[in-house]
């Protein structure tokens, strides 16, 4: 006579037989989760732009140098002068005076943007006055800068403004 294990009403979680195809589909699924990971691909090989998108050019055909800003800036004052400038003249921003200040050289400023943007010859342009203030004194500035289709921003016209 044989003898068998007792029966039980429920089967064991070990003996049902969706487990083993559980542990497989699971066991599946996480295989190609993680074999995923090497398939992506990365956009920083040669022939990529470095550039952060949003910044100022400095050397773009055509237009203003930063030397077009105050001689009386120094590199770290015309970084943030040009930064206040994208800010403040993003179409999708508020339209509000944006300013700028650099506490090792005392400098500061503010960018304010007037009207609306424009397009003119496949870029986005937008009028703008500025104020600096440095040791050498205060100045006071209109121009207009123009963003390409890489939303690089590039000082088109900078001139002194009149006093009043």
Do not use: Y
């Given at each position: 006579?044989?003898?068998?294990?007792?029966?039980?009403?429920?089967?064991?979680?070990?003996?049902?037989?969706?487990?083993?195809?559980?542990?497989?589909?699971?066991?599946?699924?996480?295989?190609?989760?993680?074999?995923?990971?090497?398939?992506?691909?990365?956009?920083?090989?040669?022939?990529?732009?470095?550039?952060?998108?949003?910044?100022?050019?400095?050397?773009?055909?055509?237009?203003?140098?930063?030397?077009?800003?105050?001689?009386?800036?120094?590199?770290?004052?015309?970084?943030?002068?040009?930064?206040?400038?994208?800010?403040?003249?993003?179409?999708?921003?508020?339209?509000?005076?944006?300013?700028?200040?650099?506490?090792?050289s005392k400098a500061h400023g503010q960018?304010?943007p007037v009207g609306f943007a424009y397009?003119?010859?496949?870029?986005?342009?937008?009028?703008?006055?500025?104020?600096?203030?440095?040791?050498?004194?205060?100045?006071?500035?209109?121009?207009?800068?123009?963003?390409?289709?890489?939303?690089?921003?590039?000082?088109?016209?900078?001139?002194?403004?009149?006093?009043?």
């Open positions: 006579m044989r003898l068998s294990p007792p029966q039980h009403s429920e089967p064991t979680p070990s003996g049902h037989p969706f487990f083993p195809f559980a542990r497989r589909l699971i066991g599946c699924a996480l295989l190609c989760q993680s074999l995923a990971g090497c398939a992506v691909v990365t956009p920083f090989g040669s022939g990529v732009d470095a550039d952060p998108t949003g910044s100022i050019s400095a050397s773009a055909p055509g237009a203003a140098s930063p030397a077009a800003l105050p001689k009386t800036l120094d590199e770290e004052d015309r970084r943030r002068a040009l930064g206040a400038l994208a800010i403040a003249l993003d179409p999708q921003g508020n339209g509000a005076s944006v300013h700028w200040d650099n506490p090792v960018v304010t397009p003119a010859k496949d870029v986005i342009c937008r009028d703008f006055s500025a104020q600096f203030d440095t040791r050498a004194g205060a100045q006071s500035a209109h121009g207009a800068a123009c963003r390409d289709k890489s939303a690089q921003w590039t000082i088109a016209e900078l001139r002194p403004a009149k006093a009043d």
